[in-house]
């Protein structure tokens, strides 16, 4: 009986000392020694069909619908969308850094201000800008975009007879 419970303790402290460790990487030098890197990060995912094709949305974003708008007309386009996520704001902002620039938007701002994280784009007579900010109690991030056609648009030129 005795035996058993020390079995069970070493285990349970093996559990402990495991714990401890969480999981860090660690390189070797050359004497064989190894040392603590930092953890690698997890990267966030595109959605393969997000509600506008050249605006991005991470996996596991939803749009909520009830604060979300946008529409099209005479080559303009405008979009005011919300979607609510459990991802970190940093990890957030950091898939939106890597996928716009894959759409042709261009990082024109990138701020920090009160706990949202700022990102403005442009791309051709078009800017965007994305608020990521703390969501609710159930949400951990919150992604506001905004997207409006801010130069004259250019009629397709006539055909030449």
């Known amino acids: 009986m005795a035996r058993q419970w020390m079995l069970m303790a070493l285990a349970g402290a093996a559990l402990v000392v495991a714990g401890c460790d969480q999981g860090g990487a660690r390189t070797v ?6 040392t603590p890197t930092a953890p690698r990060m997890m990267e966030l995912v595109a959605q393969s069909q997000p ?3 050249d605006l991005p949305v991470p996996v596991g974003f939803k749009l909520d619908e009830g604060r979300s708008r946008n529409f099209a007309a005479g080559g303009m386009r405008w979009v005011d969308h919300v ?5 970190d704001r940093f990890a957030v902002a950091r898939f939106y850094k890597r996928q716009m620039p894959i759409n042709r938007w261009t990082l024109m701002k990138d701020m920090f201000v009160q706990g949202d994280i700022i990102l403005e784009f442009e791309k051709e007579s078009e800017r965007c800008q994305l608020i990521i900010a703390k969501g609710g109690m159930f949400d951990k ?14 009629p397709p030129a006539a055909p030449k007879r």
Request: charged fraction near 20%; charge should be negative.
């Open 29 to 34: 030098d050359g004497g064989g020694a190894a």
């Open 51 to 53: 509600p506008i094709p």
């Open 83 to 87: 979607y609510t996520g459990s991802d």
């Open 141 to 154: 991030s919150e992604i506001k975009i905004q997207l409006w056609t801010s130069g004259r648009i250019m």
